[in-house]
């Protein structure tokens, strides 16, 4: 229930019909994906994910989520409501594009330039996205620079 | 060998633990090719492309059954990953279908960290030295069969400028590149990651994700050998700081099951499931998950921020990091602990200038490293890698033992060295 209560958050200030609007909105396959609104955190998954903890702070809330492949994603809510950070760790990789969503063709351009054997740095003026590990042990973060919260330091998303 | 080392070795197959300091000073003797030994080289790899760090085998494979063979070159041996790949651009032979059990072909979502490897399973007979695997599952990348589903995310690597190999040759400590969690039903409730597809047609959505049964997935062919069927090991020579044009090593099979593959002057890191032990960086509290990675062209870990070690700065690539570039190259030492928290050992290594080294002509480093994630590990579970790439070999020979396999030191996986 925990993921439920705090999926509302952002919807706390809104009057009776916008929540309902809102919600009718989330009803949608919506993707918690990175920059969208932490409203849909779990859904739109290919695995779905399910809310193991959550974490809040002065500045965020971290919403750790597990799929069944015992994958782990955590997700770094802002105060606005918005996923500024996303980060993985597990045998199997999360579906990249469920998870990056708008900027997913944006680490395609980037990644896809070159040729890589080794750890993934990609650090553009909008978004930063490191992969280390190797197959079966796969580790990852994305992050965008601009809207990690102030007072929170970038080595906090992990 | 000193009688010093034989002692420690001894100690070690008790589980003790045994330090020490290991600098890869390239002391090691390297196997003479024969049944069990396969020659390996560090050169700069396939014409299109300049490899840095890319160790690379010949394999050969045949038509199931049949004296059809073709041999390819410059397949890339990989500790990192599970089973053989061939880049379809390679393949001349025209290898029959790998089905499931309703008859369906099989294709394959392969998961690498730069990215994924899309294609079909053929059958093959694979050959490399003297050893064989009749009837093997391999992949074939980028055969245009079938097209990629949605669900496979990442970075194409498709071709062999992608991979700037004409194949890979995964031989890491899994038995199979999924496991049992392939085996479950496909839903999204499912336990199945859904790296393996069953295509009723070439039409795009006709490829389903599919449980396949462990038997049935692209498996670590050096497990399925008639002998010598336990493990591997990578033996590369020391090569001097400012790098090396081309290195000759031998990849032998087996571990202790001959005289030439002897499991003797080393220690002994026991693995966890995932193929990692614990490394700690100088006076960093929380260790980093180690692992020993062939595929991966150089040692990776932490960041700038913590190692100090500024990056390089490449025009190409203007907001990309790869590698460090420190004014001078500087001595470091991590320390490895198994992952049963018994053996540790130290292990130094050197970090050049990579701008310095890729200035040359050399195509082999022993001291080409970068920045890994950057944070440090999570007490709550996320951790960072650090990744013994390439550089880690030269000098030094180094035993993988495959999970579940026997060996005279007991049952892997565990790395040796």
């Known amino acids: ?158 | 060998m000193s009688d010093q080392r034989r002692i420690c070795a001894f100690v070690v197959l008790l589980g003790t633990a045994c330090g020490g300091s290991s600098s890869g000073l390239g002391h090691n003797i390297i196997a003479t090719p024969t049944d069990n030994v396969a020659e390996v080289v560090v050169d700069s790899g396939l014409p299109e492309v300049r490899n840095l760090n890319g160790l690379f085998a010949t394999v050969t494979v045949c038509v199931p059954g049949t004296s059809e063979c073709q041999t390819i070159e410059h397949v890339l041996v990989d500790t990192g990953s599970t089973g053989l790949r061939l880049i379809s651009s390679a393949l001349t032979l025209s290898l029959p279908a790998w089905t499931d059990d309703n008859g369906l072909a099989l294709a394959e979502c392969g998961q690498f960290v730069s990215g994924f490897t899309w294609g079909s399973l053929r059958s093959a007979d694979f050959r490399i030295a003297g050893e064989q695997v009749n009837d093997l599952p391999i992949q074939i990348i980028g055969d245009a069969a079938f097209p990629v589903p949605n669900d496979c995310t990442g970075s194409n690597v498709g071709t062999t400028a992608d991979l700037g190999a004409n194949g890979i040759l995964g031989l890491d400590t899994s038995l199979q590149d999924c496991g049992s969690d392939c085996t479950a039903a496909p839903g999204a409730r499912s336990l199945n990651p859904g790296m393996y597809y069953a295509c009723s047609s070439t039409k795009v959505g006709d490829c389903q994700a599919a449980a396949v049964p462990v038997a049935k997935q692209v498996p670590n062919p050096i497990a399925l050998f008639g002998q010598d069927n336990n493990g591997i090991i990578v033996e590369l020579s020391g090569i001097p700081a400012g790098g090396s044009p081309l290195v000759n090593g031998a990849l032998v099979f087996g571990i202790d099951t001959r005289e030439n593959n002897k499991l003797s002057g080393v220690t002994l890191l026991r693995l966890d499931g995932y193929g990692t032990f614990m490394t700690s960086y100088s006076g960093l509290s929380n260790p980093a998950l180690g692992f020993a990675d062939t595929g991966s062209n150089g040692i990776y870990f932490l960041g700038s921020a913590t190692t100090g070690i500024p990056t390089c700065v490449d025009a190409r690539y203007q907001f990309i990091s790869d590698f460090y570039c420190p004014r001078n190259t500087i001595n470091l030492s991590a320390r490895n602990q198994d992952a049963l928290g018994m053996v540790t050992v130290n292990v130094g290594f050197s970090i050049a200038n990579a701008e310095a080294l890729f200035s040359s002509l050399n195509v082999a480093f022993n001291n080409l490293g970068g920045p890994s994630s950057a944070p440090s590990s999570d007490p709550n579970g996320m951790g960072t890698y650090f990744d013994w790439g390439l550089p880690f070999y030269f000098g030094r020979n180094v035993f993988t033992a495959i999970e579940g396999q026997s060996t005279p030191a007991g049952v892997g996986p565990f790395l040796a060295f």
């Open chain 1, 1 to 158: 229930m925990q993921n439920i209560r705090s999926a509302l958050t952002p919807f706390r200030r809104l009057s009776v019909l916008g929540a309902l609007f809102a919600l009718f909105l989330c009803a949608r396959p919506a993707r918690a994906a990175l920059g969208g609104d932490a409203s849909s955190v779990g859904t739109g998954q290919t695995h779905l994910l399910a809310s193991a903890r959550i974490v809040s702070a002065a500045t965020h809330t971290m919403h750790e989520l597990a799929a069944p492949t015992g994958t782990k994603v955590h997700e770094y809510v802002g105060n606005d409501g918005k996923v500024f950070a996303v980060s993985w760790q597990g045998a199997f990789r999360p579906n990249l594009r469920d998870l990056l969503g708008s900027y997913y063709e944006t680490y395609l351009n980037a990644a896809g330039s070159r040729m890589v054997r080794g750890p993934l740095n990609i650090v553009l003026p909008g978004l930063v996205i490191h992969m280390s590990g190797h197959q079966r042990a796969f580790y990852g973060r994305a992050y965008l620079p601009d809207r990690v919260p102030q007072g929170l330091s970038t080595d906090e998303i992990r």
